[in-house]
């Protein structure tokens, strides 16, 4: 069955360090991978998706690799800030098409970035 | 305001007592999710309504019964839950197009089983 895993549970990094997280997947070959992020006590917010076809994605701070040979997508926060302090979910399509696409989410990884 | 909302936000109820949770969407989305998320787990899946029909039913006991009356619209009825039911329940809408579209989460309704 598909697998997703995020292999750290918790990040801890200091200000203006780059974080990178880690996504893994298994028995599957997904159109595309998305990353979210959730706040305590708040619904996940989507960041960004990148395609199969797409080796990297950037949007101000963030980079997302999709490597898929490794089955692996990297998640890159540069010059990190406080306010950056969040889990972070990495999702897997489920479907396609027309009939509403479910995501598989993993556990995500809780960063922390200290001041 | 992420255009999703849900209510309400926490819910204590009994094993024997019947609630509905609720959601709207305002993005003018075709596709309505509902997922349940407990502590050290991923998001778990459990309905999945396009164009207000029910595409996806991910093995979820009866006692959680979905509804969706038009495409703004979910609810989720609950009766004679389990405390291990006890956890964060998320709505989450999308458009459907190529099935490549991000998800939209209201921020949850927070159940509690006594």
């Known amino acids: 069955s598909q697998k997703i895993e995020q292999n750290s549970e918790a990040l801890n990094i200091q200000e203006g360090k780059t974080a990178t997280l880690t996504c893994n997947y298994t028995?599957?070959?997904?159109?595309?991978l998305q990353w979210y992020r959730q706040d305590p006590g708040r619904g996940p917010v989507f960041l960004l998706l990148i395609r199969e076809n797409e080796k990297e994605k950037r949007k101000e701070r963030l980079k997302v690799t999709f490597d898929t040979t490794l089955k692996q997508s990297l998640f890159h926060i540069t010059a990190s800030q406080p306010a950056d302090s969040a889990t972070y979910l990495c999702?897997?399509?489920?479907?396609?098409?027309?009939?509403?696409?479910?995501?598989?989410f993993g556990k995500g990884t809780t960063l922390s970035v200290s001041s | 305001e992420t255009g999703v909302t849900q209510t309400p936000r926490h819910l204590v109820m009994g094993m024997t007592n019947k609630k509905s949770l609720k959601c709207e969407q305002h993005l003018g989305h075709n596709a309505m999710y509902w997922y349940k998320q407990s502590a050290k787990k991923p998001l778990e899946l459990m309905f999945v309504y396009s164009l207000e029909e029910r595409v996806e039913n991910n093995s979820v006991p009866s006692r959680f019964s979905p509804e969706c009356p038009n495409s703004s619209h979910l609810f989720l009825h609950l009766h004679t839950l389990q405390p291990e039911d006890s956890a964060l329940y998320l709505c989450a809408s999308s458009q459907v197009f190529r099935g490549s579209q991000p998800q939209h989460f209201g921020d949850g309704t927070r159940l509690s089983i006594l």
């Open positions: 999702a897997l399509p489920r479907g396609s098409g027309q009939a509403g696409t479910a995501l598989i």
């Open positions: 028995n599957y070959s997904p159109a595309y």
